[in-house]
């Protein structure tokens, strides 16, 4: 754990409240999001029980399954999460604004100026916790390949339509979940813990009540206890007052109220009578146990949105937008569901491009914010000082260019190299790099700019600190590029075992499995 | 580990290592595989083989391209193979922004540029895996050394596999494995799983790869080379070159009896010694400790410490450049360099394990990963870290180590999800940490500072 974390932990426990890790907001928040929050059966792996699903707060829309051991009762399930799910997805769809892009031009090989469509926002969806996360994962995986009746009209159980198109948005959220900076798929718990600190440990912190008691105890309440009373705290009825955030339910819960509830479901259902009254009760149960968490996951929405935007929040949004476009591209150009298992190259550039966000977002989140700044001053990082000299001086070669030396004093204690490259953003925005040439004194080390001074052989305005300059250089580099390209799968070298078409049995795609059974 | 040590009637060490290095070259130029993989414990002349190799397939009339992992790698190679060969042409590949060596322009073979095109009809040309992976639209190579080939990960193989028709894997695979910033569990148990190593990959789909090893570390002292092997190399056991009473330490002044000149005493006595500091949680920069660790380099250097070695005729004083000191943090190292300086001394190289990687000393001066921590995670248990530390001397090694470190282990046994199709590895880092511990400890100082 980060030294600052730790501080922010010890602070917290001392002031018995959460205490900030940001002063801003580092994910991007939309102005409608979709709220989801699932339940699971228990000892029956991924079946769904219910959820509670929507865009109001106050109008959360409850489906259930009466009966989760029912594989019909499950498909109307998964058919009316569709129903509730689908239109808010698709509704961005349309609305686009053109881009200008690059592109080479298959003819020419020449790289051509284009317009592209960018959807101009993208559908957010928020889980409670990264087993909802998980959970979305799921659902898609089980419900990706399944045909439909129109599809193949000899399955025997065809899949309500809809539910593959759900299953294809649900598996790309998941997977763009995975892309560090992301916000298309986003837990709460851990929006929440990225933001504040607790007195808990972060296994803790994964029970959305309990970080929230951290967060907002009751007037005059500690922390800790706040926090144990949600964890542990149970009713008269024996069932936790604050049930867990899913997916899985609480085993008192289960056994004292559900299993019974179930039991007169099935017992009204065996015997011809209504079961009206019965599947009414299971909805009320179920609703005792989601709406907490529902409340729980727009508290912490409330709670984010009083910390303005970080400044590069809306730049990641954009390739979120991107992704989403691109996804609708893919569905509009009828291509086959996501396979079940990524190729060598597509596992290769995966990684390659989270690898790149990654560094990336340290970055942004450090440039955005002091506070997480500090936290890479600490770890040597980076380093903020005053500018106590500059000395004019020139590049060799024919045209000097300006290569003004600074004396920077500072009391933090960067891990630099002799000749490392050290970064600076300009007010406008763009890095200025600098050479490291030494520690000239305890505390005072010398700097030389190399670029961002404009082209002439006089600096900018600007773009040369002043004596007295209060500036702080990063040892990051803040927008790294991403690796050389990759191969086309169709090139995979035999190292890898060459392109996945000449392997044998190689389908168009993924065929539907017992797995996909929900 | 008697089947290591040269005294139980084994052939000759430079005969055996002789052996399988014919081997691999036979294998590497007439061989019908298209490629071969080569082991080689921390000092058995990895480096050495690759020169040689490529100066054979040179003079056979081939072209071929070295990868290496990074761009000091490259520049040592180059350096190496031009002294060894100066009428080789040799082409250095390299990024417009990591220029190479200057010291290597004395080598009038060597051409250095940025465009492979300009070096495409040189004999031999050298990059890193990452300027490789630019390379774009050239006729492939006959031929390809891969240099540190378990430090490569699996998807710069990928980048690079189709620019050579076959190739020459060598590698160390008790070093630290490559690793990702970003989780890559999803694509556990693939054989093609990017974030892997290079030759896991290779060999998932190439299992009738003919593999080698080279048998003899000419680095470790015979003190080093059972303890390595049997914790770090159990199935592919190798020994050192030297035997035991051939390389000597010795120092010319006294022990005043503090903790550091006892350890270094041990140390010199019997090629290991624990410097012990009392049982206490601390933060990773223990001030203790760090000062220890620079106490004894200091006593180090100032006892006239002499070196005899198979190397040369006459005992060779000890000095700073051959001592190291390696950590598992960079702000350890950052620490332990603040400590030096405060006591004067400098030469010395300080770094973390990473890149201590491939390097040699004739005395390293450790901090145990595991000092004065509450809880053992996989980083600081990784097995490689460990077997980095521990296998860059030639004479001695010293550690510190605060007590308690046996007592944590048990607290902390791994539990890394099992998952299905990923090859485990042997050993693992607790029980690697276990077994290096248990022979420390009977070389272990006490002190209290």
Known sequence: ?518 | MSEASPASGAPDPAKAAAQATEAILRDTRDGAHRGVVVDSPPGAGKSTLVVRAARELAAAGEQLMIVAQTNAQVDDLVDRLATADPELPIGRLHGSDSPPDPALERHASVTRSTKVAELREHRVVIATAAKWGYVKGVEPWRHAIVDEAYQMRSDALLRVAGLFERALFVGDPGQLDPFSVVGAEQWAGLSYDPSASAVVTLLAHNPGLPQHRLPVSWRLPASAAPLISDAFYPYTPFRSGTGHGERALTFGVASDGSGPDRVLDEAAASGWGLLELPARHTPRTDPEAVAAVAQVVRRLLDRGGVTVSERSEQPVPLTADRVAVGTAHRDQAAAVRAALAGLGVTGVAVDTANRLQGREFDVTVVLHPLSGRPDATAFHLETGRLCVLASRHRHACVVVCRAGVADLLDEHPSMEPVRLGVTVKFPDGWEANHAVLARLSEHRVRWRP
């Open chain 1, 1 to 518: 754990m980060p030294l600052m974390e730790t501080l922010a932990k010890a602070q917290a426990v001392a002031a018995g409240r959460a205490q900030p890790l940001a002063t801003v907001r580092h994910r991007w928040l939309s102005d409608r999001p979709l709220v989801f929050v699932p339940l699971t059966t228990a000892g029956e792996v991924g079946a769904p029980l219910g959820a509670l699903v929507g865009t109001e707060r106050d109008a959360p829309h409850l489906l259930v399954v009466p009966q989760p051991r029912d594989r019909d009762l499950r498909s109307a399930f998964l058919a009316a999460l569709a129903d509730e799910m689908l239109p808010y997805l698709t509704s961005y769809e349309d609305r686009t604004v053109l881009e200008p892009g690059r592109e080479t031009d298959p003819e020419t090989g020449k790289k051509v100026s284009v317009e592209r469509e960018l959807c101009e926002d993208a559908p957010q969806l928020i889980v409670p916790n990264p087993a909802g996360v998980e959970y979305v994962r799921l659902l898609g995986r089980a419900t990706r390949f399944r045909r439909t009746a129109e599809e193949d009209p000899a399955d025997p159980y065809p899949a309500p339509s809809q539910v593959p198109l759900l299953g294809r948005w649900l598996t790309h959220y998941g997977e763009r979940a995975r892309t560090p900076g992301s916000a298309l798929l986003l837990a709460m718990t851990e929006l929440l813990s990225l933001h504040w600190a607790t007195g808990q440990s972060g296994l803790e912190d994964q029970h959305l009540g309990a970080l929230l008691a951290w967060l907002d105890p009751p007037q005059g309440v500690d922390g800790a206890q706040a926090a144990l009373r949600a964890q542990v705290g149970r009713g008269a009825d024996g069932l936790l007052c604050c049930p867990p955030a899913g997916p899985a339910t609480d085993p008192v819960f289960d056994n004292t109220a559900l299993a019974p509830a179930i039991d007169r479901y099935d017992a009204a259902r065996s015997a011809g009578a209504d079961t009206g009254p019965a599947e009414r009760e299971i909805r009320a149960l179920l609703t005792s146990q989601l709406r907490p968490t529902w409340d729980d996951v727009w508290r912490g929405i409330d709670l984010l949105r009083a910390l303005p935007p970080g400044g590069h929040v809306e730049d990641r949004w954009k390739r979120d937008r991107w992704s989403y476009t691109g996804h609708r591209d893919r569905l509009r150009a009828g291509e086959p569901p996501q396979p079940r298992v990524d190729d060598a190259v597509t596992a290769a550039q995966k990684l390659s491009g989270r690898e790149t966000a990654q560094a990336r977002l340290d970055a942004q989140e450090a440039l955005d914010d002091p506070l997480v700044m500090a936290g890479r001053r600490l770890a040597g990082e980076a380093f903020a000082g005053e500018v106590t000299a500059v000395e004019m001086a020139y590049s060799d070669g024919k045209v000097p260019r300006p290569r003004p030396l600074l004396t920077v004093a500072t009391d933090d204690e960067p891990h630099l190299d002799e000749g490392g490259t050290v970064y600076r953003a300009l007010p406008d925005g763009r890095t200025q790099e600098a050479r490291f040439t030494g520690w000239t004194a305890p505390g005072v080390l010398r700097v030389q700019l190399l670029n961002g001074m404009g082209r002439g052989k006089v600096p900018d305005e600007g773009s040369v600190p002043e004596v007295g300059d209060r500036l702080c250089w990063t040892l990051f580099e803040h927008a790294p590029r991403g690796g050389p390209e990759l191969p086309d799968a169709d090139a995979t070298p035999w190292t890898h075992g060459g392109p996945p078409s000449s392997a044998p049995g190689a389908a168009t795609h993924d065929p539907v499995t017992s797995e996909d059974y929900l």
